[in-house]
């Protein structure tokens, strides 16, 4: 082994101590050149005070304040788990059934209200529906931007207005109505950790774009009819303190 | 049945993503000693290392699924991702970060603390002193290597990971990972003789022209 050579390998030697064989040249080469041992010396002195460095630094580590903040986000962007394909189906069934029940309900609802109180039924309630491409636009009834309020005399609590939003057809007249300007845009699903105890009286619906991927981590799912596009149309219902409350997507 | 402590990383981050937050704390817990510390020898700053080991499991909860196994091991990943943020705040601050004030008392501290505790510990006070400079000196040598061999000189000797780990968390090849190493190691010991008591000697005059010769080969 050269001295040139020497230098290439001489922190590998040192590096690896206990794997003799392959350095074995290079610790001869040490021993009959003076230079080279001097460098060999040096690297392992080097090297044993990387050591000392590394164990004086063994110990330390985050704060446990680090852990706690970590966990608390960990919690608020929590991923959702996929449903399995069975149990999706059941979901899938059971919302139908839901749907079918509620639509009934609420043409009953109508009909009745409509003989009673044919005036008070939402007429503005399928107005101003942007398209779908459009990038933001509230869905209108009554004032502009605003959704509507459940009439009187039948006051609805949030739960049942925001189901009401899920399942009534688009026209329908209702005492609830606070309605899908297209059915086909499907059902709002409420957003997790969404404070129902705030009314809806002053809010709106937002349509935007949004990736489909955090369409389903809100547990939304996504048809594949257009799968080159990463992002999708979505309406975001929204409290009058300007929270969103649920989400749809838009067909 | 086996608890979360004896997972590996992988199978950790697996259930991670399905939402387990045990899952999440066992392998905070695992690695976060490792980025923090890594963190700490790249930039000498305590709340520095503090703020880039939440960033870097900040950034594995928002997007986990980046993880890509054939590509390295989760601990590689880890310190990827905790390498990108501390050159970006490198970056940002334009300028290498001291070593904070009242370090060596601590670490004097801290030294005295294992002489008193260790078992097998007979150092006079003389002897620890002379290791906590020796130890503070090798600090300091590596904070002013440049950041490029600082960090393989952090991962490889003082974290001692794999090349194959530190080429997948620096993102680079084995070779690339190899030559900085030598490199690295030589301005090493050039520093290191030289800012000893007795200053500058031969070996040290001689490492630089081996390290001169080493740049102009690599250029």
Known sequence: MTCLEFEDVVHEITRNTDVVSPWQRGLDHAQGCDRCAVLLAEARAVHASLRTLAGADGGKQAGAGVEEALRMAFRKNRVVVPASPRWRQWALGGMILAGAAAVVLALLLGFHGGL?????????????????????????????????????????????????????????????????????????????????????????????????????????????DDASSTQIAADLLVDQAGMPRAIRVVQ | MIGP??????????????????????????RQGGLYRFALQMTGSTATAEDVTQEAFMTLIRDPKRFDADRGSVSAFLFGIARNHILRRMQVERAFVAMPEGHEEEFATSMKKRAGTHPGATENPAEILTRAETIDRVREAVLTLPATYREVVVLCDLHELSYEDVAAAIGCALGTVRSRLHRARNLLVSKLRTSAPNGANAAAELLTVINERAMRRAI
Do not use: C, W
């Open chain 2, 5 to 30: 402590n004896e997972l590996p990383d992988d199978e950790l981050l697996r259930r991670m993503i399905a939402g387990d937050e045990d899952a999440f704390a066992s392998l905070y817990r695992r």
């Open chain 1, 116 to 224: 009673n109180h044919p005036q008070q039924a939402f007429t503005g309630n399928t107005a101003a529906q942007p398209s779908a491409g459009a990038p933001m636009a509230n869905e209108a009834s009554g004032a502009p931007g605003a959704l509507p309020a459940a009439p009187e005399p039948a006051p609805a609590t949030n739960s049942v207005q925001m189901a009401a939003v899920a399942v009534l057809p688009a026209g329908a007249n209702s005492t609830l109505a606070v309605e899908s300007a297209n059915a086909s845009d499907g059902v709002f699903t409420p957003l997790p950790d969404s404070d129902d105890s705030l009314p809806l009286e002053g809010g709106a619906v937002i349509r935007v774009t949004m990736q489909k991927s955090l369409l389903e981590s809100f547990g939304l799912q996504v048809s594949d």
